[in-house]
């Protein structure tokens, strides 16, 4: 089975300016989650989708959105960028995202704020 | 507040002997806790899990250990070996939480030949 993937792999945006980034999830998954990694912050859980629908929502400001689609494929968008938002934003999958299942994460995302 | 604490940031062994690398929990909710291999410019890789109904799982190399009362687990790996050269993430999952990971800060592991 093919992996988690995640596009673009690199992105460079400036202040002010909004992103969108997209995530595969593994053939059959239909929960995706999304982290982001900083090194100050380390890893941490942005929003679940199942079903297309907001599952589970993380401490994160309003700029930061998702949605799942029909065939389970996510995307994440932040607008009006902050130099702070530069991160590593993964990705990760699971069955039905089930308590005590296991995520399986992309490889990433790594958007530079300039 | 941090609920999951990597004490280590980092940790060196030699090839084959064991590596222990711990991690710490606070949330008395958390009853399942993952451990993730990452390598640079890489996702994290799944390594193995344990529910809090157990003490102890194996997986070949890999052996994770649970000590509720303490709130306290570690990874063994035994014997280590150069490629598990990486940083380790012990996460967590709270029963009131769906599958929402916590993520401890991570412990770099370097393997010497």
């Known amino acids: 089975k093919a992996g988690v993937t995640q596009t673009p792999r690199y992105l460079i945006k400036t202040r002010g300016q909004q992103v969108t980034l997209s995530c595969s999830p593994i053939s059959g998954h239909r929960s995706v989650s999304w982290y982001q990694q900083t090194p100050g912050q380390g890893l941490q859980f942005l929003f679940e989708y199942f079903s297309e629908t907001q599952r589970n929502k993380g401490n994160f400001p309003g700029r930061f959105s998702g949605r799942q689609f029909s065939n389970s494929r996510s995307e994440m968008n932040v607008s009006t960028l902050e130099l702070g938002d530069s991160a590593l934003y993964l990705c990760?999958?699971?069955?039905?995202?089930?308590?005590?299942?296991?995520?399986?994460f992309g490889p990433g995302t790594r958007l530079l704020v300039l | 507040d941090q609920q999951v604490k990597q004490n280590s940031p980092s940790l060196s062994v030699q090839e084959g002997r064991i590596s222990i690398l711990n991690c710490d929990y606070t949330?008395?909710?958390?009853?399942?806790f993952l451990w993730y291999k990452k390598y640079p410019a890489e996702g994290p890789t799944f390594l193995i899990s344990i529910s809090s109904i157990k003490d102890k799982n194996e997986d070949g190399r890999f052996t994770v250990f649970l000590n509720k009362s303490a709130k306290h687990l570690s990874l063994h790996i035994v014997p280590s070996q150069p490629g598990d050269s990486a940083v380790y993430f012990c996460a967590a999952s709270a029963y009131n939480a769906g599958n929402m990971l916590t993520f401890g800060g991570g412990t770099r592991l370097m393997v010497k030949p």
């Open positions: 990760a999958s699971s069955p039905s995202g089930g308590h005590q299942e296991t995520q399986y």
């Open positions: 949330n008395s909710m958390f009853d399942y």
